[in-house]
């Protein structure tokens, strides 16, 4: 198996094997065998039949291996563990080896649950039996829950009684569980007081199922205050069914930008989810125009439908989970200007509807050195599904924008651990589109998210890339320092390089074509009590562009933002 985060305790080990019970092989007793392990079993062992346990195989043609009944997949892979003994004494010891070596296969195979046995036989032209016992799941028990309903953890877990286990489904199936933020669950495996089967226990460490936060950060447009704060709570049982309901309440200090979301998370089987949320926004930017006043508007109303898979292995040291997701946007976007004081109609009025199918997979490429986050969404807009899903709409909103597109964002993040306790991580956004998008769909640079040192928002683009590579100091804890462990506290200092630049599909106006930035600074990524974090982090500029009057010259400016809950 490739390597892998395992949060279940180590598994049980059911992986016994020996000689049991063997009534005559080559004359020799098995009492005398197990004094004497090189004591010659089988003068030449021809082939080796594996068998359910309780069932009599019989040998294929002339095969060295026969598994009839296993479900055996990697036969080729198996003949090459037992093609050394072949054509060989067999000696007890090697016996051993033998059945040894195939429970380790099984168990690399993703089959730990396996036992390997000799049973009584007497052993004809040299063809050695072994059962294979694939053990089932018993009980499931679940432990520690104390705001979580048990039934809850059972449903989650997608364990059934009776299934056989795979450890690779075990931790897809255990991983799906903690995606819920409220709960964290450990599997522990342990012997059942039923033969061939394994009891599994879920303990779990839960929290009261409300969680608000409130925070704030300069991270709004300049045009609506670049101060902006808001509030939020997530209801983590929500109607006693498991559910996640969030809402947030967002707003500028200037007042200028109002906007709330809500979300809906509905666990539907193990492994499957339906998600349901959406936006509600008014924004009123200053005008160049003192006598113009300006007004927009966005809605938003999405559905998705949620699928983790299994982990994939794709080599002995390389693995990939995660969760595909398709469904369907609809956002509405409006745009205003009014005259000041003047009771007439507004002087230029835009409104435009997107409705486009998203197809996405959000997971993570595992390896020895570290982890790849992936994050990749393919969107299409077909056009005509409502009156202002036009071309004309959308020309009103964005010069040369159109329904009838195609567009893909792809991000990958990449986690690495380096030596004398520093780690690096590497960020990069793609995004490729057939047309000219509205704003809402296109990648926005400045910020905290990419190209730190530039103010969010600072340029707007179809397609578009970014690039950021930080290296983090270790980290530190102040209360330790001071011998204060009341205070829990983590500290993480890091140096960046930010890249990124945009541009349009089809070059609208007279300006620059596209926008590239870049900047170095360092940043600070701090956390108390689990209740207080604190993100700061300060930016140069190392180019200059046109596009943006506030950015058409090198500096520094710094991005924070404080978040606070419980």
């Known amino acids: 198996m490739s390597p892998r985060s395992y949060k279940t305790s180590r598994p049980l080990s059911v992986l016994r094997y020996g000689c049991v019970g063997l009534l005559s092989i080559a004359?020799?007793?098995t009492a005398y065998a197990a004094d004497k392990s090189d004591a010659v079993a089988l003068p030449a062992l021809r082939a080796v039949v594996l068998q359910p346990t309780g069932d009599t195989g019989q040998q294929t043609g002339q095969q060295p291996l026969s598994a009839e009944g296993l479900n055996l997949t990697q036969a080729p892979s198996l003949y090459k563990i037992i093609q050394p003994f072949i054509g060989?004494?067999?000696?007890?010891q090697k016996m051993h080896e033998l059945t040894g070596a195939i429970a380790i296969f099984f168990r690399e195979h993703d089959r730990a649950f396996m036992s390997i046995n000799v049973p009584p036989q007497r052993v004809h032209a040299g063809v050695l039996h072994l059962d294979v016992t694939e053990y089932r799941l018993g009980h499931i028990s679940v432990h520690g829950n104390n705001w979580t309903p048990a039934w809850q953890i059972r449903r989650d877990s997608g364990l059934t009684p009776g299934q056989t286990m795979a450890l690779t489904a075990l931790q897809t199936d255990l991983d799906w569980l903690n995606l819920n933020p409220f709960h964290t669950v450990d599997?522990?495996?342990?012997?059942?007081?039923?033969?061939?089967?394994?009891?599994?226990?879920?303990?779990?460490?839960?929290?009261?199922?409300?969680?608000?936060?409130?925070?704030?950060?300069?991270?709004?447009?300049?045009?609506?205050g670049r101060l902006n704060w808001y509030v939020g709570a997530s209801w983590g049982n929500a109607f006693g069914l498991g559910?996640?309901?969030?809402?947030?309440?967002?707003?500028?200090?200037m007042g200028r930008f109002n906007n709330h979301s809500a979300s809906w998370t509905i666990p539907?089987?193990?492994?499957?989810?339906?998600?349901?949320?959406?936006?509600?926004?008014?924004?009123?930017?200053?005008?160049?125009?003192?006598?113009?006043?300006?007004?927009?508007?966005?809605?938003?109303?999405?559905?998705?439908?949620?699928?983790?898979?299994?982990?994939?292995t794709l080599t002995k040291y390389l693995g990939i989970d995660g969760t595909f997701q398709i469904g369907y946007d609809w956002k509405r976007s409006s745009s205003f200007e009014y005259y000041k004081d003047l009771d007439i109609p507004p002087r230029s009025s835009a409104r435009a509807d997107v409705n486009q199918f998203v197809f996405g997979y959000n997971g993570s490429l595992q390896d020895p050195w570290g982890q790849t986050q992936i994050n990749n969404q393919f969107f299409y807009g077909p056009g005509g599904f409502t009156a202002l899903d036009s071309r004309q709409h959308y020309k009103d909103i964005f010069?040369?924008?159109?329904?009838?597109?195609?567009?893909?964002?792809l991000a990958l993040t990449?986690?690495?651990?380096?030596?004398?306790?520093?780690?690096?991580?590497?960020?990069?956004?793609?995004?490729?589109?057939s047309k000219n998008l509205l704003y809402s769909e296109q990648l926005m640079i400045g910020g905290l998210g990419n190209a730190r040192g530039y103010f969010a928002n600072t340029s707007f683009g179809s397609n578009g890339n970014s690039f950021s590579e930080e290296i983090y100091l270790p980290s530190f804890s102040l209360g330790k320092i001071v011998s204060v462990p009341q205070i829990e506290d983590t500290h993480k200092v890091g140096f960046f390089w930010d890249w990124a630049d945009n541009r349009q599909v089809k070059h609208t106006g007279n300006g620059a074509r596209a926008a590239t930035l870049s900047s170095l600074g360092v940043d600070l990524n701090s956390a108390l009590n689990r209740y207080l974090n604190v993100t700061f982090d300060a930016g140069y500029r190392l180019r200059r562009i046109h596009t943006n009057s506030l950015a058409n010259r090198r500096g520094l400016f710094t991005d924070f933002q404080v978040v606070a809950g419980f």
Request: glycine share 6%.
């Open 27 to 29: 004359g020799v007793s």
């Open 88 to 92: 060989k004494p067999l000696t007890f």
């Open 187 to 224: 599997m522990v495996y342990r012997p059942s007081d039923k033969p061939g089967m394994t009891d599994v226990d879920l303990h779990v460490s839960d929290r009261f199922p409300v969680y608000a936060y409130a925070a704030i950060n300069n991270q709004a447009d300049r045009t609506l």
């Open 243 to 253: 559910h996640i309901v969030t809402y947030q309440f967002n707003r500028t200090m």
């Open 268 to 312: 539907l089987t193990s492994r499957n989810a339906l998600q349901v949320f959406g936006n509600y926004a008014i924004s009123v930017p200053t005008s160049n125009d003192q006598q113009i006043n300006n007004r927009g508007g966005g809605q938003q109303l999405s559905i998705r439908w949620l699928h983790m898979i299994n982990h994939i």
């Open 399 to 409: 010069p040369s924008a159109s329904p009838n597109y195609v567009y893909d964002r």
């Open 414 to 433: 990449r986690n690495q651990s380096l030596p004398y306790g520093l780690s690096s991580t590497t960020r990069v956004t793609f995004q490729r589109a």
